[in-house]
């Protein structure tokens, strides 16, 4: 188990250790975040009342298409350079492969929320600290079924000549129940709600977070498989 | 020792292999050649537990390739005329990436023996994007040794190769050879590593048409026999 453990921590340190070098996918996720901040802050007056009801779907807007712009990069050097080879070749089982990825991808999505959530309440004067804790608890659950099944579908994806079109052709169907469950806790917080008010659909956020989880695990296999 | 057994590979109507047969002992260095699209690659990835063969089956000493996937990719050193090394990391670093992967212990004085080996210590702090072709693939040859491997498997790792590069490769070629490994490589150039090998098998069509020891057969007569079997020269 502490070796499985080694081994995934190994793969994550090596792409977060490699985009810290290169910076092309932090950097592209940022600059898409703060363009969709400042295009929605054009369109409300300062002072606005129907602020607090757009602000859930700005933020999630900027997650998933952020979010996509980072999967879509995930499997693209590991196929492109042959090195994804180099990992089915280890003597691990290809579901550690998958997690180690997914792992990546999930910190590399919560380095982009940790600036896009204070640009947001800078951007539209929101007062949102008293449900900071709830709300982060919202983001990281959103964000972990977002990668799990992205992963996934990144590595099918990414095989294809249409890459970065296909990824969010079979991502956006599945991903569903996980964006309308967090856009909707996210929407009862900034409203005014308390944690015990978004209770239930943190629920399901959980629930298809570890669906999403054991059902790409297993099926990683079937898609690296030659 | 390695013993294939009637190895097919389809890919729907296309047969990619047929009835492959081959015994490889250890000590063995066996070059398979043939024309593009004979084969080889195929055959290497089956060998590499990459991909299952449609018939047939390969024992790996004890083990049955397709009941231990894991076991057997820990006996197996792969390198292609891909590096699979990271561009963003250093020499060092791409090392101890690998060397995690397979779970060495000892895993720092491994790498830089390695290093040492191949003749990149002094570099191994730089990212791998400024090394030449020549450099990397020194490099994959470290990589491909650290779990000190009995089977190496060579998928025309000259190309993309300069003759520099080429000579420095062969001569890291001959000091991997070893008693108790074996050496299975594949390319299409008949001349590169002839001199090396212990044994041959020409692959054409998907066939093991020819297959043997090398024995006092000298390299003229050996493409004759190349051009004899599959209809091309080199």
Redesign the interface.
């Known amino acids: 188990m502490i070796?499985v453990l080694?081994?995934i921590m190994?793969?994550t340190?090596?792409d977060i250790?490699?985009?810290f070098?290169?910076r092309d996918t932090l950097s592209s996720m940022m600059i898409f975040c703060l363009i969709v901040v400042i295009i929605f802050n054009f369109m409300f007056e300062p002072g606005s009342t129907n602020v607090r009801e757009m602000v859930p779907g700005i933020l999630w807007i900027a997650i998933t298409f952020a979010g996509i712009l980072g999967l879509n990069r995930s499997f693209i050097?590991e196929v492109d350079?042959?090195?994804l080879?180099?990992?089915?070749?280890?003597?691990?089982?290809h579901y550690v492969i998958y997690l180690g990825k997914m792992i990546g991808n999930f910190i590399f999505m919560l380095i982009m929320e940790i600036i896009l959530i204070p640009l947001l309440i800078i951007f539209f004067n929101l007062n949102i600290f008293s449900i900071l804790l709830p709300l982060s608890l919202v983001v990281f659950l959103g964000t972990l079924g977002f990668a799990a099944v992205g992963t996934l579908l990144s590595a099918i994806s990414v095989n294809t000549r249409a890459r970065e079109i296909l990824l969010p052709v079979l991502l956006f169907p599945v991903v569903i129940p996980i964006l309308l469950a967090a856009v909707k806790s996210t929407t009862i917080l900034i409203n005014g709600g308390t944690l015990s008010d978004t209770i239930s659909w943190i629920k399901i956020l959980s629930g298809f977070d570890i669906v999403f989880l054991v059902l790409s695990s297993l099926l990683f296999e079937f898609v690296v498989?030659? | 020792m390695i013993k294939i057994n009637n190895i097919t590979k389809s890919f729907g109507n296309f047969f990619a292999l047929r009835g492959i047969d081959l015994q490889i002992h250890s000590g063995e260095f066996w070059i398979i050649v043939g024309p593009n699209g004979a084969g080889k690659t195929t055959l290497l990835?089956i060998l590499?537990?990459?991909?299952?063969p449609t018939e047939g089956k390969i024992e790996i000493g004890r083990n049955i390739s397709d009941q231990s996937g894991?076991?057997?990719?820990?006996q197996?050193g792969?390198i292609?005329h891909?590096?699979?090394?990271?561009?963003?990391?250093s020499a060092e670093?791409n090392l101890t990436?690998?060397a995690?992967?397979?779970?060495l212990k000892n895993e720092k004085n491994i790498i830089h023996a390695k290093l040492t080996q191949v003749g990149l210590y002094d570099r191994r702090d730089d990212?791998v994007r400024n090394f030449s072709r020549g450099m990397q693939q020194r490099l994959t040859i470290a990589?491909a040794l650290l779990?000190d491997p009995k089977i190496i498997l060579l998928d025309e790792p000259f190309s993309g190769l300069d003759q520099q590069g080429i000579d420095l490769f062969s001569s890291l070629l001959t000091s991997l050879i070893t008693p108790e490994r074996i050496i299975l490589m594949t390319t299409h150039n008949l001349y590169l590593g002839w001199e090396l090998a212990t044994h041959y098998a020409i692959l054409a069509k998907g066939k093991i048409v020819e297959k043997n020891s090398r024995g006092d057969m000298n390299f003229e007569n050996f493409k004759i026999l190349y051009r004899k079997r599959t209809g091309e020269g080199n």
Request: glycine share 8%.
């Open positions: 070796l080694k081994t190994a793969i340190w090596k250790l490699s985009e070098r290169s050097y350079h042959g090195s080879l180099g990992l089915l070749l280890c003597p691990v089982d498989e030659d | 990835k590499s537990t990459l991909s299952k894991i076991e057997l990719r820990s197996i792969f292609g891909q590096s699979f090394l990271y561009g963003n990391l670093e990436f690998y995690r992967m397979y779970g990212l990589r779990p």
